[in-house]
């Protein structure tokens, strides 16, 4: 054992004397080849001599961000920021890990950033709309995005997002209108598919049901189909039915990260946490930097009576999202189960200061 440190010691001592350019550009090619560990070393190292080089941190967020460690992308480019702040990548960059996470309201001014310096950045320009209609900007987005469907008129990104943000606006004809020009296109199931997507995000789902009713009619193994029908079942509660969908989606692609959370969290809703534990443990090996898996991996524990193995799932999960109450909430149950009392009195009031 003590040779094989020495041997680890020496082989990190020679790795540190190397020029700093060898082993940035080595990292750089291990990136490139996609061998992700060796380049976080790499790049690592680089940062011991040279804490304020922005390339090394921007790359380790590319590293972060493409083996789901959202949170520590966001380090990474925020510390690059710090030091080039007008650095468009590393403001789209950015802007792309949180819209990853679904936080709209943080991308939205990396966007707006990245569009002021380059009026002419097209994806900047594409993902500012996508954001200010999330964000209920809807006026607008739907401006940029009918200037964009001008200069593009068969790009379906667009077309879907013109037409989504029209249903959030309440204007049923005008998105209409948007989706019939992707008929001739795309064909009639991949329209009918991206209408119910549109619908669903609008959150309007009896018509995005009816959409993806008519999308099985027209091919019943369009890919996909059957998970996006599996959540509009899970929003109208129609609980059986979801599950059936969510299955016969995982029968298509057992490795479907979305059809295991959706079902794992269904089947934890419904009180069947054993059954549940397998789609969840799946789902977090897909994505391990989703929070709500390890919630609810934590849920179903802490029901079964697990709680000292509930309680680091749920720390985890509040690490993910810490303005999460009822992370909070259920991390204090599990404190709680486990005689921890200081421990759950704390979590039990920050999940109290959370929720006001």
Known sequence: MKRATCLCLCGLFLYAAEPVKEV????????????YPSAERGFQSVLQTEPRNVAALSNLGVIYSRTSRAREAITCY?????????????????GL?????????????????VVAMNPAHLQARQLLA???????QLKPAIRELETLRAATPHDENIVFLLGFAYLKDHEADRAKAVFETMFETAGP????????????EATLFPQAEASFLRVIQIDPGYPGVRLELGKVYISLHRND???????????????????????????????????????????RKMKPDAWATYFHLGKAKLRLAQAAEAIPLLQRAAELNPDESTVQYELARAFQAEGKKPEAARAFRRAQELAR
């Open 130 to 136: 996508v954001c200010r209609a999330y964000a209920g």
């Open 24 to 35: 940035f550009d080595r990292a750089a090619r291990a990136l490139a080849a996609a061998d």
């Open 189 to 200: 199931a991949r329209t009918e598919f991206l209408v119910g997507k549109a619908n669903y």
């Open 78 to 94: 925020r510390r690059a920021l710090q030091l080039s702040p007008s650095d468009a990548a590393l403001l789209l960059n950015l």
């Open 241 to 283: 039915e979801a599950i059936l969908e969510l299955q016969l989606a995982l029968k298509g692609k057992a490795g479907n990260e979305d059809a295991n959370y959706f079902l794992g969290s269904l089947l934890v809703q419904q009180g069947r946490c054993a059954e549940a534990i397998a789609y969840l443990e799946q789902a």
């Open 97 to 113: 890990v949180y819209l990853r996470l679904e936080d709209h309201r943080r991308a939205l001014p990396l966007f707006e950033r």
